[in-house]
T-cell receptor
């Protein structure tokens, strides 16, 4: 079967570091994408991991372990504008993305 | 550059009425197109995807249908709306052959409220 797990909510203060974990189970797997969605807006692409290891894009980094069916998104130097929902989305053999319920990140002053 | 348009932005419809949501993409050819629905506070549910004109795959059986009359046009329809059809409808596109790493780009979405 298919499943996707990530925490429902994470709260942190400005300047802190947040890690959002994602475990998945899919029938096929090519890689893991991360999307950000601000309240009322559309999702926007953040990063993609096809291979094991860490990908860094500015303040955001994403990690993948294919053998563990696990990945995480690391948000560093948190800013108020980072308050949003974050979705991990594994893509299966066609390239379809499976979105979970997402993690609401709340950044406080 | 590529852009994706959706309209209308918001829609309030009575139960049992028909629905037509339109999505168009500019600046790219032969995109893969997707329709998603997002309930309040929830994740995205893939409804339909299309790899070409007239080629539609349905992910979830329901009272919705999709059509792709032109390369860069994707339409979501219903003959009779249900209360459960309320939600945020998102259209997305990607370019590729269905392999790895295809980033999906989302339109601004349509908020549908069925009363």
């Amino acid at each position: 079967g298919q499943s996707l797990e990530q925490p429902s909510e994470v709260t942190a203060v400005e300047g802190a570091i947040v890690q959002i974990n994602c475990t998945y189970q899919t029938s096929g797997f090519y890689g893991l994408s991360w999307y950000q969605q601000h309240d009322g807006g559309a999702p926007t692409f953040l990063s993609y991991n096809a291979l094991d290891g860490l990908e860094e894009t500015g303040r955001f980094s994403s990690f993948l372990s294919r053998s563990d069916s696990y990945g995480y998104l690391l948000l560093q130097e948190l800013q108020m504008k980072d308050s949003a929902s974050y979705f991990c989305a594994p893509d299966d053999s066609w390239g379809k993305l499976q979105f979970g319920a997402g993690t609401q990140v709340v950044v406080t002053p | 550059s590529q852009t994706i348009h959706q309209w209308p932005a918001t829609l309030v419809q009575p139960v049992g009425s028909p629905l037509s949501l339109e999505c168009t993409v500019e600046g790219t050819s032969n995109p893969n197109l997707y329709w998603y629905r997002q309930a309040a506070g929830r994740g995205l549910q893939l409804l339909f995807y299309s790899v070409g004109i007239g080629q539609i795959s349905s992910e979830v059986p329901q009272n919705l249908s999709a059509s792709r009359p032109q390369d860069r046009q994707f339409i979501l329809s219903s003959k009779k709306l249900l209360l459960s059809d309320s939600g945020f409808y998102l259209c997305a596109w990607s370019v590729g052959t269905g392999g790895e790493g295809e980033t999906q780009y989302f339109g601004p979405g349509t908020r549908l409220l069925v009363l």
